[in-house]
């Protein structure tokens, strides 16, 4: 991305003593759009599986555990890997 716009290169100094603004700007900037774009999906994701199933069925009702083993050893492994 600096590439693109050449003010987001790192300071001249090496070591850099203080962030330049652009580049607290633009963290921040990623720190809440990612916070905004995980609450948005995640919690509709979870339940708009879970509704696929019929609790009515005993078939649907095995794999609508299954679902949500799976579900939570993905997010799990996902936080692992942080």
């Known amino acids: 991305m600096s590439w693109f716009v ?7 100094t090496q ?3 203080e962030p ?6 633009v963290f921040f900037l990623a720190m809440y759009m990612i ?3 995980t609450g948005g999906h ?4 979870e339940s708009f599986g ?3 199933f019929d609790d009515d069925h005993s078939e649907e ?9 799976w579900w939570n ?3 799990c492994c996902g936080l692992a890997l942080l």
């Open 73 to 75: 050893f993905a997010l």
């Open 42 to 45: 995640k919690p509709s994701l």
């Open 20 to 25: 330049r603004k652009i580049h607290e700007v």
């Open 61 to 69: 009702r095995k794999q609508k555990m299954s679902y949500f083993n």
């Open 35 to 37: 916070s905004i774009g």
């Open 6 to 12: 050449p003010s987001l290169k790192p300071c001249d």
């Open 15 to 17: 070591p850099c003593l």
């Open 50 to 52: 879970a509704d696929q």
